[in-house]
């Protein structure tokens, strides 16, 4: 049994973890806290032997040398990226840090797909017009995603599934990632590099983690080489994307038009009701200004089997550490 903080919680967050907890034989201590993990807030961990965080908390060295100091030995990610922990200095404090590498691939690829067909039929500007009495048709034009070019940037779990359901619209498919899947390659899904994929694409759409190598992959220089008017869609790091670049190529028209769940800089704003706001991010603001961008708020892992999964993987983990068996899914260095 653990005592564990767990920061940035939601109501669904609190159900899937007490109904996962509750099937252990000996269940953790799981004291929710609404606040994010940050340097104001770390010393809420004080006496805990784990804290669980999400994406937006912040394990910077700071963070990380407070958690140590007050007893924490351990830091469970409820997520698959861990861009935001300086495992650097996690090593150096005999920090463990796990992770959920896998917890519903299909979730976040579903979503990618909702989001390339909302946008390209404009189903979310026609739901507005509808609700308001115009039934007018006029710049609600698509195209037919059959006989297109999809490139799909990462074919881990999450992009080999995309990569298939395009391939299931008949799309042709191409894809950029250091390590080739064998099933999509008996489809027939080519392995090309990315400038090529981004040349010959109607659609981009980006799956892969976020590491220093493709921080901003997508920058000035990545979006003047893409097809003029193709779609880009981004449902794996914000700064996988340089949202100022794409601002401009919004403008100029290079982008025909963008679909994101994830935003450089929304850790000051996903997550929260921020509807009495004003929202104080001039290039968010600027995005939605566009009619041809679609942003919904890092939803893509929100569905009842991810919550699930992720609440038991991420106590399971939790029992490998403080238990006398092999450690599960940790992170290293």
Not at 79 to 91: H, I, K, P, Q, Y
Not at 326 to 331: A, G, K, L, S, T
């Amino acid at each position: 049994m653990a005592d564990i903080r767990v920061f940035s919680t939601k109501p669904y967050d609190r159900d899937g973890f007490d109904a996962a907890n509750q099937r252990l034989a000996s269940p953790h201590d799981l004291a929710y806290l609404d606040a994010r993990l940050e340097p104001s807030t770390a010393e809420l961990a004080a006496g805990a032997d784990a804290v669980c965080v999400f994406v937006n908390d912040d394990l910077s060295a700071p963070v990380l040398e407070a958690l140590s100091a007050g007893g924490v030995r351990m830091v469970a990610l409820r997520c698959a990226g861990f861009n935001n922990v300086d495992l650097e200095v996690a090593t150096r404090l005999g920090l463990t840090v796990v992770h959920v590498p896998a917890y519903s691939p299909n979730a976040v690829a579903e979503h990618t797909l909702a989001l390339i067909l909302s946008l390209n039929r404009r189903i979310h500007r026609a739901y507005n017009r509808v609700r308001d009495g115009n039934f007018a048709l006029d710049g609600l034009v698509g195209v037919d995603l059959a006989g297109k070019t999809a490139g799909v940037v990462g074919t881990g779990r999450i992009g080999a599934i995309v990569a298939g359901l395009l391939w299931h619209l008949r799309c042709r498919v191409l894809a950029v990632d250091p390590f080739r899947d064998e099933h999509l390659l008996e489809l027939g899904v080519e392995y090309v590099g990315l400038d090529r994929l981004l040349a010959e694409s109607d659609i981009v759409t980006l799956n892969c983690p976020l590491t220093p190598d493709t921080h901003h992959l997508i920058d000035a220089g990545a979006i003047g080489a893409m097809r003029r008017g193709a779609m880009l869609v981004n449902t794996g790091r914000g700064a996988l994307i340089d949202t100022q670049a794409a601002v401009a190529g919004l403008k100029s028209g290079q982008i025909g038009s963008l679909a994101l769940d994830v935003y450089e800089e929304e850790a000051e704003l996903f997550f929260e009701d921020r509807s009495e706001q004003i929202i104080d991010d001039d290039v968010f603001s600027r995005l939605l200004t566009f009619p041809n961008v679609l942003i919904t708020a890092h939803q893509a892992f929100l569905t009842r089997e991810a919550l699930a999964a992720i609440a038991e993987t991420t106590l399971s983990n939790v029992e490998s550490v403080v238990g006398e068996g092999p450690v599960r899914n940790e992170v290293r260095r």
